[in-house]
């Protein structure tokens, strides 16, 4: 039998509405528990409340429905329903039903016998008829047919196809789930649309980021129908259906990423704080600093040349989208999936409805872009944040802050930098904080954050969480009251805010901040240990950087070398290349900073796919497969010798190794130890101080050199495995392809299974091995990697101290039979579930993760 939550700002609302539906009930009664008010009997609501009344139904029946009032008590129970366990979230779902009529529509389903979705669906009919026939006002005569057009015809003769299908993912179709249908969409000529059927709305372009973010939202369990017109309609549903499905990719995910609400604990009964909602865990204690930014003044004027103005707004988006890449690149580097966030903005920039929109506006106006674009965005955030659905008017942000940045290059207005910049540690206080704003947030003296809009599943909060800053959401206008220099104290787990505490309060959260830093900080002291097994297996934990900066915050946490150091940097924005003397320093800067440390050097790993402006490179069809990394620099020389020169120059009294990407050939690698013998031929004529026995590897990065290392062992000094592009080449699925994210699993039994062919060779031929893809720095992966002999994890640095922490809870002999275990496995899927669940014995994650 299907359980009933009714979720109201009101105790006695909630519990009426209970007792009037239970009355629908014959025979066995249908558990229904009300979570209605605060936890003081004020109006509100209470995640406590909304959790324990979710427990109890769930204890009684198969599944749940929850019914909500309006506003706070739709965030509060999702927020509820996110912090339940995995297994657990599958038996909720969410409903829009009217609060009374729903609950005894769905009581009455319910005590027929009648599935959660069946139940759903009944309670969301309840007010499909009117309460009262209004006979008022008389029947509307019907229209006159018409006859069709020309053009009707034409496009009713084409060929059709369409499928009605279920949301399955916990996330539903929205943000970056809709950027990937979208994305999807519009590998097809076919006219599609995608309509939510089970709230009758309109159907959207699903080729249209804007209107499937707005229309076209469904959460998980509600019902869409795809519609598409065109030859290949056939080929279109049956891609998009696939996508559905699957999850939009990310079924696993939604398991593998810390819940965006954790449980909060039971509140101070004498509480006087501010109550949100709880964005990012953690606790803070620091001043207020309020972040009051400056509104773009748009002028209207009438232009003579709108084809001008429209030139002028194609060269804005095209500086919003490089400044776009370039932050998505900077979150890439803690966060990949995170960083997608920019790349959900940019398809929202991009988007042929806005871009018509605004040279509409122009053209029609004669006015300005900035003008156009402004009145255009403006109508867009008014039609997200009045959107039925919550997480909707959450992307009204991500709207709001494309748009302030592409206004912002078309007023030629230098972008705000306060909060990148800051004196002192500070707790920001602001109306909202973009994506881009969080993006760029000072790291060292931010320590909280508090908004008076937003929510836990704003990208915002998503970016706070991965950069570790605890925030609260949701506080409302009162907290734009708060003077500059207030102390605060917040709880980003609870979502409470205290203005001004007294000394019993900041007391207690300093407890409770230093109980949550126990483990962290105990992986912390002992980051500079040696990484040895409780057996005495000893393996070394090192960084990939990119910079001097990275490097040095890689020794922070304990790194044991730098196992794979980004060149990219020294190339990227510009208008040429740097050379040899530019290369040395920065190389030399690196090597100093890491002292007897090993530094292993990438060479250029750049081409078709991550082009230079100063580099012809022929346009290719597949850049993943063509011209890039050793293939290009083996063919550019003058790319290749400074670089190999520089990298010899540094190597000099300094631990460095040279390593060669994306190798598939062995004449690849007899090619490139032959330039660098060159290089350190030419160096020692010149009489330039080199090193004389650098090290030399090469990344195994395709099948085609793992199958080979036997063959390729004799060559080189070691091999470094790069995971990301081992998983994309083994696969067959281009990792940035949004139609193939689920398929991109680096822990599927074949991939793992080439990773355990590389080290049993490599160590067959006395070489050793190391790994510097994101697989080495995830916790579920680290014990299968040690299982199988990897003698070097290169990651972020950030995850140094607690891999190093779980390398020394563990015996090589414990790691090997997991190992085992994993590869005996038939799919991904059936890998992570295990790793999860050893891991979870072996060393439980650490609290509010």
């Known amino acids: 039998m299907v359980g009933i939550v009714v979720v109201a700002h009101s105790e006695e609302l909630a519990r009426g509405a209970c007792e009037v539906a239970q009355q629908m009930s014959a025979g066995e009664p249908v558990p229904i528990e009300p979570a209605g008010g605060t936890d003081d009997g004020r109006v509100g609501t209470s995640i406590d409340k909304v959790e324990g009344a979710l427990h109890q139904v769930l204890e009684k029946s198969d599944g749940a429905l929850v019914l909500m009032d309006l506003g706070s008590a739709v965030m509060i129970a999702e927020m509820a329903l996110e912090a339940l366990p995995a297994e657990k979230q599958e038996r909720v779902r969410l409903s829009n039903a009217p609060l009374v009529e729903g609950a005894i529509a769905a009581v009455s389903a319910a005590a027929g016998g009648q599935d959660l979705p069946a139940v759903r669906?009944?309670?969301e009919q309840a007010l499909k008829s009117p309460k009262l026939a209004d006979e008022s006002e008389p029947e509307a005569p019907e229209p006159a047919e018409e006859e069709p057009s020309d053009a009707a015809v034409e496009t009713e003769a084409r060929p059709t196809a369409a499928a009605e299908l279920e949301v399955r993912n916990p996330a539903g179709l929205h943000a970056r789930p809709a950027a990937r249908f979208v994305h999807a969409a519009m590998g097809f000529e076919a006219d599609i649309t995608v309509q939510n059927?089970?709230?009758?709305?309109?159907?959207?372009?699903?080729?249209?980021?804007?209107?499937?973010?707005?229309?076209g939202t469904a959460w998980q369990g509600e019902m869409i129908r795809i519609e598409a017109r065109g030859e290949d309609a056939e080929e279109a549903i049956a891609a998009l259906k696939d996508l559905v499905e699957r999850g939009f990719g990310e079924m696993e995910a939604a398991d593998e990423e810390?819940?965006?609400?954790?449980?909060?604990?039971?509140?101070?009964?004498?509480?006087?704080?501010?109550?949100?909602?709880?964005?990012?865990?953690?606790?803070?204690?620091?001043?207020?600093y309020v972040h009051r930014p400056a509104e773009l003044e748009i002028e209207r004027r009438k232009v003579s040349s709108p084809e001008e103005e429209a030139e002028r707004l194609h060269n804005a988006i095209d500086q919003a989208r490089e400044e776009l890449r370039d932050l998505q690149e900077a979150v890439a580097e803690e966060d990949e999936e995170t960083a997608r966030?920019?790349?959900?903005?940019?398809?929202?920039?991009?988007?042929?409805t806005l871009v018509e929109a605004v040279e509409e506006e122009i053209r029609e106006a004669s006015c300005n872009a900035e003008a156009a674009a402004d009145a255009v965005i403006d109508g867009w955030i008014e039609r997200f944040e009045t959107g039925e659905d919550s997480r909707m008017q959450l992307r009204a942000d991500d709207v709001r802050d494309i748009g302030n940045r592409l206004l912002r290059v078309l007023t030629g207005k230098e972008p705000e930098t306060p909060l990148s910049a800051l004196p002192e540690p500070v707790i920001v206080v602001a109306e909202e904080l973009t994506p881009s704003d969080t993006a760029r947030l000072d790291r060292e003296n931010v320590r909280g954050v508090c908004t008076a809009g937003g929510g836990a599943t704003s990208h915002a909060a998503i970016i706070a969480r991965t950069w570790g800053i605890p925030a609260v959401a949701g506080l409302g206008k009162r907290v734009l009251e708060i003077a500059d220099e207030t102390p605060?104290?917040?709880?980003?787990?609870?979502?409470?805010?205290?203005?001004?505490?007294?000394?019993?309060?900041?007391?207690?959260?300093?407890?409770r901040q230093e109980e949550r830093s126990e483990r962290l900080e105990k992986a912390m002291e002992e980051r500079g240990e040696p990484t040895v097994t409780q057996d005495g297996h000893q393996v070394e934990v090192a960084a990939n950087t990119g910079d001097a900066a990275s490097a040095e915050e890689a020794l922070e946490y304990g790194a044991e070398g730098v196992g794979l150091l980004r060149t990219e940097f020294l190339y990227l924005n510009r208008e040429s290349s740097p050379d040899e003397d530019e290369q040395y320093e920065a190389y030399r800067s690196i090597a100093e900073v890491m002292g007897e440390r090993p530094v292993i050097i990438r060479t250029l790993d750049i081409g078709g796919d991550k082009p230079l402006p100063y580099v012809d490179v022929a346009e290719e069809m597949n850049p993943f497969l063509g011209v890039r990394a050793i293939r290009l620099t083996l063919r550019r020389p003058e790319l290749f010798q400074p670089q190999l020169r520089a990298i010899l120059r540094a190597a000099d009294e300094h631990n460095v190794k040279v390593m060669f990407p994306l190798i598939a050939t062995r004449d690849e690698v007899t090619e490139a130890k032959e330039r660098l013998e060159q290089a350190r031929h030419a160096l020692a004529e010149e009489d330039i101080p080199h090193g004389e026995d650098i090290e030399m590897g090469i990344m195994v990065e395709t099948p085609a050199a793992a199958v080979q290392v036997d063959h390729l062992a004799p060559l080189v000094d070691f091999f470094s495995i790069g995971s990301n592009d081992l998983t994309q080449y083994t696969l067959a699925c281009d990792r940035g392809n949004e139609q193939l994210s689920e398929l991109f699993q680096d822990l599927?039994?074949?991939?793992?299974?080439?990773?355990?062919?590389?080290?049993?060779?490599?160590?067959?031929?006395?070489?050793?091995?190391?790994?510097?893809?994101?697989?080495?720095?995830?916790?579920?992966?680290?014990?299968?990697?040690?299982?199988?002999?990897?003698?070097?994890?290169?990651?972020?640095?950030?995850?140094?101290?607690?891999?190093?922490?779980?390398?020394?809870?563990?015996?090589?002999?414990?790691?090997?039979?997991?190992?085992?275990?994993?590869?005996?496995?038939?799919?991904?899927?059936?890998v992570t579930r295990y790793l999860d669940s050893e891991l979870e014995q072996l060393q439980p994650a650490p609290a509010d993760q």
């Open 488 to 511: 605060l104290a917040i709880d980003g787990t609870e979502g409470i805010v205290h203005v001004d505490p007294p000394p019993e309060v900041i007391q207690e959260f300093r407890e």
């Open 197 to 215: 059927v089970t709230h009758d709305r309109p159907p959207a372009n699903a080729k249209s980021m804007m209107e499937v973010a707005s229309r």
């Open 748 to 830: 599927d039994p074949a991939v793992l299974r080439l990773i355990r062919k590389v080290i049993d060779a490599a160590h067959a031929a006395d070489r050793w091995v190391g790994l510097c893809g994101e697989l080495a720095g995830r916790r579920r992966a680290i014990p299968v990697l040690l299982g199988l002999g990897l003698d070097e994890f290169s990651m972020t640095p950030r995850a140094i101290p607690e891999a190093k922490q779980l390398i020394r809870s563990l015996t090589l002999d414990q790691a090997r039979e997991i190992a085992d275990h994993a590869l005996s496995l038939p799919t991904a899927a059936e």
């Open 341 to 352: 966030i920019f790349e959900f903005q940019r398809s929202m920039l991009e988007d042929p």
């Open 121 to 123: 669906r009944a309670a």
């Open 258 to 288: 810390p819940s965006e609400a954790p449980s909060p604990r039971e509140p101070r009964k004498e509480d006087k704080g501010l109550k949100g909602v709880g964005a990012s865990a953690g606790i803070a204690i620091a001043p207020a």
